[in-house]
Each structure stands twice: as C-alpha cells, then as structure tokens.
C-alpha cells in the first residue's frame, strides 16, 4: 500500500506547525504510522541548505538562486525521506512544500523556469491534499513577531506588501488546484481549526473509494 503525502502551507503566523502535530496526534490515534517533516529541511543535508538560505550573511537576493536552494533541499528530501516513508505506507505530513516556492518564489523568476526547478526538486512527487492555512499578512506577521526568538529569518524581515504578495499568490495557486488544496480560514480558534482539518482528512482521503490501495 501506498501512503498518504500531505502538505501545510500558508504565509508566517498562520499557525502550521502546530496544526500538523496536532493532526499527526489524531492520525497516530488512529494506528496509522505517521512521518512529520517539514521544508526547507527535514534530512542533514536540506537542514545544511535551510541554514544558507535563511541567514541574512549568505542569503541571495536573486529568486532563481532562492528556488535552485530550495529545490535542491527538496529533492534530497523526497529522495532520502517522503518517497520512502509513502513506500512503506506510512501517512506523510509535511510543513511546507513546492507551492511555498511557488508563493515565494515566484514574481522573481518566470512562471515555466520556476515550474521546471520544481519539478527537479520534487521528482514529480505532488501532494495528495494541501491545506492553506489563510491569515491575512497582519495578522500573520504579529504572531509571527509574537512568538519571536531573537532572530528574523530572511522572508521574517520582508515587508508587509510582500506578505500581501505571498499571500495573494497562495489564493492563486488554490484556485488553479482546487481539488488539491484546501483554504482553511486559519483566523479561527485552534482547535476549530484542527477539528476542520481532521474533518476534511477522513472526507478527502481515507473515505474516498480505493483510498489507501
Ligand atoms: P520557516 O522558519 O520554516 O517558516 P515558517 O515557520 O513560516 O514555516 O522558514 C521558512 C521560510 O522559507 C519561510 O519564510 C518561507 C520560505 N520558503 C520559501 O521562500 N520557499 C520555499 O520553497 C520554502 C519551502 C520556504
């Protein structure tokens, strides 16, 4: 059996990281073995490269350097971790994933390259479900802030206007995928937000006909 591979999106603050532990508690509950990762990250290698990337010293102002970095973490990711991990069933929930470089990403670098670099970084792997979990860049940025641990990564000290601009392309890329990805409304108190994405698991993925075959 084939496992599952879910992805969490969203702009800062929008409260990712805490969702996907909850939902990978939920699965556990379940008797499902889980693997929770996150991007960019999630092997030694892509940790190293998560590391360049968001120090202000060695941080590239040029969008098609940030994508090649970015995918190159990701295909060691996929390569070393997530494509494993689905081949021994396991369900995989990832803390971001390509659409980030397509949020990110993309505006600095023309629409078919930035598709190109990602489909090397991803090996051709897609999500079987995405959720976008949508604050506005407000919002977003003061949690963000509000949980702050002494130090700003590069896209941390970006300007509003560009979270605006990150969050504007999430919506985007939802509506070209709506089958794929989910906009949850990430606003809302946490565990309505966690109920909502449980919810749309068990509806979405495991009560589909031919579901885990
Ligand atoms: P991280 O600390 O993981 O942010 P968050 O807690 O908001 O998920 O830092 C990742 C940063 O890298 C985040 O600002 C988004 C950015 N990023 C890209 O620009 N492109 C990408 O492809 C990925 C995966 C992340």
């Given at each position: 059996m084939r496992g599952i591979f879910i992805t969490f999106?969203?702009?800062?603050?929008a409260g990712k990281s805490t969702q996907i532990r909850r939902l990978a508690a939920v699965l556990e509950s379940y008797g499902l073995s889980v693997t929770l990762t996150r991007e960019p990250?999630?092997?030694?290698?892509?940790?190293a490269i998560r590391g360049l990337i968001l120090t202000h010293e060695a941080a590239s102002e040029d969008g098609l350097t940030q994508a090649l970095l970015?995918?190159?973490?990701?295909?060691?990711?996929?390569?070393?971790?997530?494509r494993p991990a689905l081949a021994a069933g396991h369900v995989v929930l990832c803390d971001r994933f390509a659409d980030s470089t397509r949020a990110y990403q993309g505006g600095k670098v023309p629409d078919a390259m930035l598709?190109?670099?990602?489909?090397?970084?991803?090996d051709g792997l897609e999500p079987d479900l995405?959720?976008?979990?949508?604050?506005?860049?407000?919002l977003g940025l003061e949690r963000a802030r509000s949980r702050f641990t002494g130090v700003e990564d590069t896209f941390e000290r970006s300007n509003l206007a560009f979270h605006r601009e990150?969050?504007?392309?999430?919506?985007?890329?939802?509506?070209?995928e709506p089958h794929r990805i989910l906009v949850i409304d990430a606003s809302q108190d946490e565990a309505y937000v966690a109920e909502s994405i449980r919810l749309a698991?068990?509806?979405?993925?495991?009560?589909?006909?031919g579901a885990g075959e």
């Open positions: 999106e969203g702009g800062e603050g990250g999630g092997t030694p290698l892509a940790e970015f995918a190159a973490a990701r295909r060691d990711h996929v390569l070393r971790v997530i598709e190109q670099v990602i489909a090397l970084g991803t995405t959720f976008l979990l949508d604050v506005n860049a407000e990150v969050r504007r392309r999430f919506h985007a890329i939802a509506a070209t698991v068990r509806q979405r993925i495991f009560a589909a006909p």
